[in-house]
């Protein structure tokens, strides 16, 4: 049997296929730095599996995907949940007993409020004790117990019957004799 003769033309294919092979691992590995950006990337090519958790920041997602910072404002038609309870005895002749409603956001506008003693729903607090809501603007504040509670009334932290404020409103209940516990649920939904 006779040997196949080596040729140039042998020589140079071989040394072409290992060249062609070869570069595209050297392509690979010497990409020079920040040099792959939007343009090169497909549209849903990356994905949360193909993200190393803990790599990105805040300012790296878009406008209301995270949650705000505790003491910054709520968004827009977001929501605000949270109970509320206090007793005590009044001090007599017409004083009151209260407790404070603190959002744990800042309103963007002066809510509202609405009040619900029997914990159910009225005209602009569609929820009840259990489920508060809230039409948007508005406080609502939901009794879920009573005791010995005469009157009531909502308040702005600053002594203004009937308003609210930014940063919460204030229950306030008159009652007696004895012992007067009020206890409950609110909802405010921002404009």
């Known amino acids: 049997m006779k040997r196949p003769r080596l040729t140039y033309a042998n020589v140079l294919s071989t040394a072409a296929l290992f060249v062609a092979l070869g570069g595209t691992g050297y392509a690979i590995t010497t990409l020079p730095a920040n040099s792959v950006g939007t343009l090169q990337i497909k549209a849903g090519a990356v994905n949360s599996a193909k993200v190393k958790n803990g790599s990105l920041l805040g300012k ?3 406008a209301g995907v995270l949650p705000p910072k505790p003491g910054g404002v709520l968004p827009s038609h977001g929501t605000m ?3 509320y309870g206090f007793s005590g005895a009044p001090g007599g002749g017409g004083s009151f007993l209260s407790g404070v409603i603190s ?4 309103a963007p506008t002066v809510p509202i409020p609405e009040l619900s003693t029997t914990g159910g729903s009225t005209a602009h607090c569609p929820g009840t004790a259990a489920d ?3 039409a948007a603007g508005y406080v ?3 009794r879920g117990y009573g005791l010995q509670v005469t009157s009531t009334f909502l308040d702005n932290l600053s002594g203004n019957r009937n308003k609210a404020s930014q ?3 204030l229950v306030e209940d008159s009652g007696g004799p004895g012992i007067v516990a009020d206890s409950g649920t609110w909802a405010y939904t921002a404009p």
Do not use: I, M, W
């Open 60 to 62: 790296d997602l878009k």
């Open 81 to 83: 949940r949270g109970a």
């Open 103 to 106: 959002f744990p956001l800042k």
């Open 132 to 134: 508060p809501k809230a």
């Open 140 to 142: 609502c504040v939901y």
């Open 167 to 169: 940063f919460g409103v």
